[in-house]
């Protein structure tokens, strides 16, 4: 089944067509769009200028009390766990997650341990960051599509507050850059090793919550879920972990910034996406989803998938980088 990770050669047969990533023209038209919008909406004067309603449109997200100020930006930097939304429609609620030190990867005395996940090493994560609260959901994406920004993308078990699916890498780069233009902020995908920090939030076990599964802590084969190997459940369905961030294990494979390495030899020890080396063709996802089994859903498990597939078991969350 191509949602599992066991059979590859399988699942790139599967694999579609790469949409086209987002360019400076895709772009501009994509704020065009928002702009028409906003002035339909009363919001910009609809007999400006091009320039002017560029200027309108600045002045309106300046003026925006949802967008963090500099000053609102290091004050929440300065505070783990406090939460921000930036826009009403679009924007994921964001956690900000401390600066800190973690074991990455898994040792080799943990069950169903993979060589991939090896060996471990202290990565310092030097300034706090914010991560997405929730995986992105369709209706998060869907204010994407509403602004010509990202493509529209089927629904098996409903839109609203259920993690989005079938996304592929450049799908999720489309709307991290739609969203950073939308806010003037830096939102980006998550690296792979500030995915496993907030993931383990502070725990060095095989889960956020322990070394044993448990019933009911997540969604996948044999979690003691409503939702085990029947479908996606609504996000913030479980229990958060110790940050607040909810569904880092199970539910979709969240995609992450970093190319593809077959073990951690060589890997940067300061948080920072791992690109040198790799291939850019194939990224990582983490996490699990509710399809696989549950020594797939440990917090050190890195999978790779191609760059153009999509599957129902793809989904991922969001960073964004703080001034301090």
């Given at each position: 089944m191509c949602g599992s990770w066991t059979m590859p050669q399988?699942?790139?047969?599967?694999?579609?067509?790469?949409?086209?990533?987002?360019?400076?023209?895709?772009?501009?038209?994509?704020?065009?769009?928002?702009?028409?919008?906003?002035?339909?909406?009363?919001?910009?004067?609809?007999?400006?200028?091009?320039q002017e309603v560029v200027g309108q449109y600045r002045w309106r997200m300046a003026m925006d009390p949802t967008v963090l100020t500099v000053k609102q930006e290091k004050a929440k930097a300065a505070k783990p766990g406090s939460g921000f939304k930036e826009c009403a429609n679009g924007c994921p609620v964001m956690?900000?997650?401390?600066?800190?030190?973690?074991?990455?990867?898994?040792?080799?005395?943990?069950?169903?341990?993979?060589?991939?996940?090896?060996?471990?090493?202290?990565?310092?994560?030097?300034?706090?960051?914010?991560?997405?609260?929730?995986?992105?959901?369709?209706?998060?994406?869907?204010?994407?599509?509403?602004?010509?920004?990202?493509?529209?993308?089927?629904?098996?078990?409903?839109?609203?507050?259920?993690?989005?699916?079938?996304?592929?890498?450049?799908?999720?780069?489309?709307?991290?850059?739609?969203?950073?233009?939308?806010t003037g902020k830096e939102y980006r995908l998550l690296t792979e090793a500030e995915w496993e920090y907030a993931a383990r939030a502070g725990a060095r076990t095989r889960y956020s919550w322990g070394d044993d599964l448990g019933t009911g802590n997540a969604d996948c084969d044999r979690c003691g879920s409503p939702w085990d190997l029947k479908q996606t459940a609504p996000v913030g369905s479980f229990k958060p972990n110790a940050w607040g961030l909810y569904d880092m294990h199970g539910n979709v494979w969240e995609w992450v910034e970093?190319?593809?390495?077959?073990?951690?030899?060589?890997?940067?020890t300061d948080g920072s996406a791992w690109l040198a080396g790799?291939?850019?063709?194939?990224?990582?996802?983490?996490?699990?989803?509710?399809?696989?089994?549950?020594?797939?859903?440990?917090?050190?498990?890195?999978?790779?998938?191609?760059?153009?597939?999509?599957?129902?078991?793809?989904?991922?969350?969001?960073?964004?980088t703080l001034r301090r």
């Open positions: 399988r699942c790139r047969l599967a694999e579609r067509a790469s949409l086209p990533r987002v360019r400076r023209g895709s772009v501009l038209v994509a704020g065009l769009i928002i702009l028409l919008n906003l002035a339909g909406l009363g919001f910009i004067d609809p007999g400006a200028s091009a956690i900000v997650i401390p600066a800190g030190k973690f074991i990455m990867g898994s040792p080799e005395s943990e069950s169903d341990r993979d060589a991939s996940e090896g060996p471990q090493h202290e990565v310092t994560i030097a300034k706090p960051f914010a991560v997405s609260k929730f995986e992105v959901t369709f209706e998060a994406w869907d204010a994407c599509v509403a602004a010509a920004a990202c493509p529209r993308l089927a629904d098996r078990w409903g839109r609203g507050e259920m993690p989005v699916i079938d996304v592929s890498w450049g799908d999720a780069k489309q709307y991290v850059a739609w969203l950073s233009q939308l970093d190319s593809w390495h077959e073990t951690y030899d060589g890997a940067p790799g291939d850019p063709s194939f990224r990582i996802v983490r996490g699990g989803s509710w399809r696989n089994d549950s020594e797939l859903v440990r917090a050190a498990v890195r999978v790779r998938r191609h760059i153009n597939v999509r599957f129902d078991t793809l989904g991922f969350r969001v960073a964004r």
